[in-house]
């Protein structure tokens, strides 16, 4: 069946680094554009990043913008999220999610968790 | 950017009743507008793209309405497993995609 499953997150130090992971089956990888969507108590869910199929295009919040990467191998089936200079606000649950294009995300992954803190 | 304004926060309903949830978008979004489903735990599930088609395995009694900046999430009979959070998405103008802030439906 279509899963995404991501890894990676953790406690990290303001300033610190962190790269996500997200592992899909069950569907050609390369085929999808893919996402990342973090979610907080306070603001919701909010888009982070997006790559269309071939890596070729990518798009970032301005929130994330210049500090995080995302990045993808298709022949591992695996989307990639670095995160750089970390901030406390940038804890949150952090999803990777599928999508038919630059358009809505129709397969979601569990989620991964980070929190940054001293 | 898009903002995207749910309404009500929260909704409470019985188990057999209409639920009904509104997006408001601050300007055109068309029909480029998901509904999303969350529960305690979990991770968002698609119910509804295009404004008004449901995703694979949703269940008939959830339906999408709605164009440009006023739309509408019905629930026409409410299930046990339907007490959840809703989230829509708007997909047309990005970046970057935004989400509403939520509507909670609990049991009344």
């Known amino acids: 069946q279509v899963q995404l499953v991501e890894s990676g997150g953790g406690l990290v130090k303001p300033g610190g680094s962190l790269r996500l992971s997200c592992a899909a089956s069950?569907?050609?990888?390369?085929?999808?554009?893919m996402s990342w969507i973090r979610q907080t108590p306070g603001k919701g869910l909010e888009w982070v990043s997006y790559?269309?199929?071939?890596?070729?295009?990518?798009y970032y919040a301005d929130s994330v913008k210049g500090r995080f990467t995302i990045s993808r191998d298709n022949a591992k089936n695996s989307l990639y999220l670095q995160m750089n200079s970390l901030r406390a606000e940038d804890t949150a649950v952090y999803f990777c999610?599928?999508?038919?294009?630059?358009?809505?995300?129709?397969?979601w992954g569990q989620g991964t968790t980070v929190t940054v803190s001293s | 950017e898009i903002v995207m304004t749910q309404s009500p926060a929260t909704l409470s309903v019985s188990p057999g009743e209409r639920a009904t949830l509104s997006c408001r978008a601050s300007?055109?979004?068309?029909?480029?507008l998901a509904w999303y489903q969350q529960k305690p735990g979990q991770s968002p599930r698609l119910l509804i793209s295009?404004?008004?088609t449901r995703a694979t395995g949703i269940p008939a009694r959830f339906s999408g309405s709605g164009s440009g900046t006023e739309f509408t999430l019905t629930i026409s009979s409410l299930q046990s497993e339907d007490f959840a959070v809703y989230y829509c998405?708007?997909?047309?103008?990005?970046?970057?995609?935004?989400f509403g802030q939520g509507t909670k439906v609990e049991i009344k």
């Open positions: 300007q055109s979004v068309r029909s480029n």
């Open positions: 069950g569907f050609t990888f390369s085929d999808y554009y």
């Open positions: 998405l708007q997909y047309n103008n990005w970046p970057p995609w935004t």
């Open positions: 295009g404004a008004s």
């Open positions: 999610a599928r999508s038919p294009g630059f358009s809505h995300m129709d397969v």
């Open positions: 790559s269309s199929s071939s890596g070729s295009s990518i």
